[in-house]
């Protein structure tokens, strides 16, 4: 009669262990997603600087405030323009 409270017993702590160590909601998807939200953090901050800068170029190419040699560079791209005696390398 012992023995078998102290296998259900085990059974039940094992259970019990084993969802508190690699269940769904357990430590280890807790540190996995603890060190997502570190990668996840570090490419927002990344993304914020890219999107600070494309709006800043936004703001240069506005109506009340026209970069003229933002225009031109603009326009060496994205038209594939240059003038005759421009060097181009490759």
Known sequence: MGLSYWLVFSVVLGYFVYHTVGGEN???PYFR???LVV???EELESLRDKCAVLSRNVGLLSSGSLDL?????RCMVVLNYC???DVIVR
Not at 69 to 73: A, P, S, V
């Open 33 to 35: 997603m603890k060190e």
């Open 69 to 73: 040699d933002l225009l031109e560079e």
């Open 83 to 85: 003038y005759p005696g």
């Open 26 to 28: 357990g430590l280890l």
């Open 39 to 41: 990668v996840k953090t």
